[in-house]
């Protein structure tokens, strides 16, 4: 046995992990962890992925993370690096997205307090509020034990990012490798559960077994758990409908029997209506529009029964009627066992067909704008041309203002993982890393990302990463020339006095085409099918730069709704 870098001993807890990449850019200090790689790493199966800018990198690890369920990793070097990282590791924390957030740190001896190096950073202190959990691996000895530590507690509870920094002196100091214990992950870190008590798991079965009208609301923690098939065998037990949060598209197939869509007129009136509601993994947020009337059942007459890893979100924003802890797919299968052994499946509840029409005619409304053949392409045709034009399996990125509202009308997800965008976090900005981190992780897949001209320019700079990596997406930039949601607003609420809103007009295409892209300008409503076929043939990265009509991109459907989850209690003055 001979010696180990702590960069190498860093190298060698992610091989056990499986964690395949770090997303990030070089930097001095972390010289010996990029080493490393390039010395054993990339042969054994971890590899560096070079971003333009740190907080793509955070995106991509986000994505990574959301698609294969091990956290993604990402890295900057310490200050600006790591300063870079804050928008996709604050996304990722808003959405309990595990992670491994890595930041370079000046010697020891210089830091914690820093009093005068260059790029000094306290970098605790950064990240704190935007992880579950933050240290510094201040002596080599520590180096494995706080890495198994770090993943231990980004997957464990609520999963989430979690930090650690790496100071240059440990990364570069040696120590005996017999004197380290690298381990495979079920020697340090739950591998599986944590299972429900069997308990409640009977008390949740007779409570839905008596039910006249059940609903299962799956949230992030179902499809992080991987728990549609046996969401679905519940379903169908129960003959009741099935509703997501607006997070967790794609938990079940969206076209399901027993599906209804998360935002649809359907599974509004399945929420606020069902008298008994399995909620899985959810934190009954404000997209859930806090599980409290009038768009939910008051608790006097609708019953909560709530599942989830993390003890301190049960009841956190509505009162249960039963609490319990456990993982989403075992639960759900102990309750169906449970059922199977004390009640008859039933048939389809009455309900499910009346909750269908009614999302069928909402829908309806949204198919005729589709198909609107004015000059100024509307924004729900461009989404329903792409939607029609991937097959089942693709990956559908949004990230946009008023774009992002249009995408989830009108685009289906069948399966976890399809529907990436910022959620909770409303983070603007991470449309085009997280395509690029889409395509990297499930090269067999078909990536699509729909953005709107204002987020997609907020990381521009990886369209060369794009090329790098030969990540062939197609990106549909919806050219408003605005920040269409913004002016929406003061649109409604102020008077039509714009500030701070209007682009001027950006060939996207040919920025695409600069740095070696396929690119089209799109001006024609005709011309889009023809034009994603020509983007997927060109065997490219491909941009289509769509003008769309910005009047009707003031006007999203539900906006007063979503204003509302934003500036709820406010009464705006009018002048
Ligand atoms: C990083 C970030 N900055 C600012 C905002 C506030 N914001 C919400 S929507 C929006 C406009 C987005 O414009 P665009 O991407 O062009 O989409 P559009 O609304 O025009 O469809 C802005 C600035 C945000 N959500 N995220
Ligand atoms: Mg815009």
Known sequence: MGKLLGAEVLIKCLLQENAQFIFGIPGAQPLGITDAIHRFGRREGLDFIMTRHEQAAAHMADTFSRLTGRPGVCLGTVGPGAVDLVPGVYEAFVNSIPMLVLTCQNQTWRSYPDHGSTQG??????????????????????????????????????PGPVHLDLPVDVLFDQGEEEEVRILPPARYRPVSGPNADPELVRQAAEMLAHAQMPLIYAGGGALRAGASQEVLRLAEFLGCPVTTSVTARGAIPEDAPQSLISIGFGGLAARNQADVVLVLG?????????????????????????????????????????AILGDARATVRDI?????????????????????????????????????????????????????????????????????????????????????????????GGGLPKAIAAKLVCPQRPVYAICGDGFFMMNVQELETAVRLGTNIVMVVNNDRAYGMIKAGQDGACGQRYIGVDFTDVRYDRMAEAAGWYGERVEDPQQIAPALQRAVDSGKPALLDVIIDERANLTPPDFATVVGVWLEGITIPQY
């Open 282 to 322: 959810c934190r009954l947020g404000a997209f859930d529009m806090w599980a409290k009337p009038p768009v939910w059942g008051p608790p006097d007459h609708q019953k909560i029964i709530q599942v989830d890893t993390a003890p301190e979100t049960l009841a956190e924003n509505r009162e249960t009627d039963l």
């Open 121 to 158: 950073c306290n970098q605790l202190d950064l990240f704190r509020p935007i992880t579950k959990w933050s240290a510094v691996v201040s002596h080599w000895s520590r180096m494995a034990p706080l890495v198994q530590e770090a993943y231990r507690m980004a997957l464990t509870g609520r």
């Open 336 to 428: 169906r066992v449970a059922l199977e052994g004390t009640a008859e499946p039933r048939s389809e509840n009455p309900a499910l067909a009346q909750y269908k029409a009614a999302q069928g005619a909402w829908l309806q409304n949204f198919e005729n704008l589709a198909k609107s053949e004015g000059a100024a392409i509307h924004p729900l045709r461009v989404v329903k041309e792409a939607a029609t034009f991937f097959p089942r399996d693709a990956i559908c990125v949004t990230d946009g203002g008023n774009t992002t509202i249009w995408t989830h009308y009108l685009t289906r997800i069948y399966e976890p993982g399809s529907c990436l965008w910022s959620g909770d976090s409303g983070m603007g």
